[in-house]
């Protein structure tokens, strides 16, 4: 019985440990760090994370002190014992983490939620993988990547002006055009959200991994219009590729670039400020009150709505007093544990806000799980497209 329990002592303490380079991985790649970088710290943790168990049930379990054999824990090298405590608190952070996302509750803005799935496989009657990178992964056994989830939230927001009741804003993130998927995956979804007929479109980012790709906006973003506009953001897989072309590819197809300057639209009487920030890969935090030609400073707006490609920008959002943040990034973190939920999330907050709404003070966060990803694999984690319905609080 006791090298059972001691098993599973040296599991918890594998499984901690596994955490603590996993809180490294998520926060390294929330920082303006080139790919190829990235991938070689990201290889070396890994390594690290497989190699650890084994030297731990080596080293303690089965020799000295031998704890699987009859061993004690008393036994132990003085520098085993900080060496397991950090692993301790790495297990007691997974826990909190997997407390956390077993016990979300949307803020209460969001008032109502409803979704449907989109099999695109069935939809099209085709295989949709293509011959990108990572291809492997889009057959793997149940790989949610073709089954879409389109939401449809309606929130409540204490400044949206009594005119705008019902405002629609469509909001998705992260289509990472690389080979992977056909084209004909992303067309069918364009087409389908410009279905619903929203008022706004916004993108948040990571638009293309191979430049390759880019005379898919023909197709896919080219032909999407709204009525009030479409506004987009890159992201820090576009700052990867060749971003400048990719900004001038998206504002020739008719998209306003709200990294550029913030715009000020007039809508039913009021003004909107749309603003974005590709930070920390790209420019600056933009300024409040810019007009949309940078001259002067404009009258306060009655709406203010940021754009941000990663959801670690909230709490300066909520500082500045933005009613409402859309970013992605995160893709959800696209595999989801039962009871823990997701591990992996690109974020210096790890995975708290990797998918969802969120609330800090009057600011609203929406984070979309995104629509693919340049590692196109999806267990217990759909990706998303949303349609966000505004409206005033009786």
Same mark, same amino acid.
């Given at each position: ?38 991938? *070689?710290? $990201? ?30 824990? !008393? ?14 608190? &790495? ?43 990572? $291809? ?15 939401? *449809? ?100 197809? &008719? ?45 306060? !707006? ?30 959800? &973190? ?12 690109? !974020? ?6 990797? !998918? ?39």
């Amino acid at each position: 019985m006791d090298a059972i329990a001691n098993g599973l002592i040296l599991l918890m303490l594998s499984i901690g440990h596994a955490e603590l380079w996993i809180v490294v991985i998520n926060r390294t790649h929330a920082l303006p760090i080139h790919d190829v970088w990235l991938k *070689r710290l $990201r290889h070396v943790l890994e390594l690290l994370i497989v190699v650890f168990p084994i030297v731990l049930f080596l080293a303690v379990g089965l020799y000295t002190p031998g704890v699987l054999v009859g061993g004690a824990w !008393s036994q132990l090298p003085f520098w085993w014992k900080p060496v397991l405590l950090v692993c301790v608190l &790495g297990f007691l952070g997974l826990l909190y983490s997997g407390f956390r996302h077993l016990f979300y509750k949307p803020p209460r803005q969001q008032i109502e939620h409803q979704s449907e799935l989109i099999h695109m496989r069935q939809r099209l009657n085709q295989d949709l993988i293509g011959e990108g990178p990572y $291809r492997y992964l889009a057959g793997l056994p149940f790989n949610e990547i073709f089954s879409v989830e389109f939401t *449809r939230k309606i929130f409540q927001l204490p400044r949206l002006p009594a005119n705008w009741e019902g405002l629609r804003i469509l909001h998705f993130s992260d289509l990472h055009f690389s080979g992977t998927l056909k084209r004909e995956y992303f067309v069918e979804l364009c087409r389908i959200a410009q279905e619903t007929e929203p008022d706004l479109i916004i993108f948040a980012g990571d638009l293309i991994d191979e430049m390759k790709c880019l005379d898919w906006l023909n197709d896919t973003l080219g032909p999407m219009q709204a009525p009030l506009g479409c506004f987009f953001i890159l992201g820090n897989h576009d700052w990867h590729q060749q971003s400048l072309q990719i900004r001038e590819a998206l504002v020739e197809k &008719g998209w306003i670039d709200l990294c550029a300057k913030p715009f000020l639209l007039q809508h039913a009487g009021h003004t909107l400020q749309l603003a974005g920030t590709e930070v920390p890969w790209m420019g600056a935090h933009p300024e409040l009150k810019q007009s949309a030609t940078g001259e002067g400073i404009e009258p306060e !707006s009655d709406f203010l709505l940021l754009i941000s490609h990663t959801p670690d920008n909230f709490h300066w959002a909520a500082r500045q007093g933005y009613d409402l943040v859309l970013s992605g990034h995160t893709h959800g &973190g696209q595999v989801r544990f039962p009871l823990i939920g997701p591990v992996f999330a690109p !974020s210096l907050h790890g995975t708290r806000y990797a !998918s969802g709404t969120f609330a800090r003070g009057s600011t609203v966060l929406h984070v979309s799980r995104g629509v693919s990803g340049i590692h196109p694999l999806r267990w217990f984690c759909r990706p998303e497209i949303s349609l966000l319905t505004l409206r005033t609080i009786d």
